[in-house]
């Protein structure tokens, strides 16, 4: 079974920046992919970013695109997260989630983490 561990969310100012960590353990095959979802109170789960292991390229959502980038260390199967010039806006739990495709439908993802805590403050 594959068990992802999200990590290093945190309190930071607007303007500031966070790198988020998705260590992943238990995959069958090398060819997978690792993508970033948050989801805000209130506010339905949404993309954020997605590294596959295949072409090795971040797919961000346009609403983090030049802020926030997702990067890949294969060998330790982990996929970062970015963030910087973060807004309070982009408080929210964030996730991981892992499939064998890079997709912006949250259901098609198999296996998630628990999620790591980001707020923002003006």
């Known amino acids: 079974e594959v068990h992802l561990v999200e990590s290093g969310g945190g309190f930071v100012q607007a303007g500031g920046s966070l790198r988020l960590s998705c260590a992943g353990s238990?995959?069958?095959?090398?060819?997978?992919?690792i993508g970033w979802f948050r989801q805000a109170p209130g506010k339905a789960r949404e993309p954020v970013s997605c590294?596959?292991?295949?072409?090795?390229?971040?797919h961000n959502a346009d609403s983090v695109k030049g802020r926030f980038t997702a990067s890949l260390d294969g060998a330790k199967n982990t996929v970062y997260l970015h963030m910087n010039s973060l807004k309070p806006e982009d408080t929210a739990v964030y996730y991981c989630?892992?499939?064998?495709?890079?997709?912006?439908?949250?259901?098609?993802?198999?296996?998630w983490g628990q999620g790591t805590q980001v707020t923002v403050s003006s």
């Open positions: 590294m596959s292991v295949r072409d090795g390229k971040p």
């Open positions: 238990g995959f069958t095959s090398d060819d997978y992919a």
């Open positions: 989630a892992t499939d064998t495709l890079c997709s912006d439908n949250v259901g098609l993802f198999s296996s």
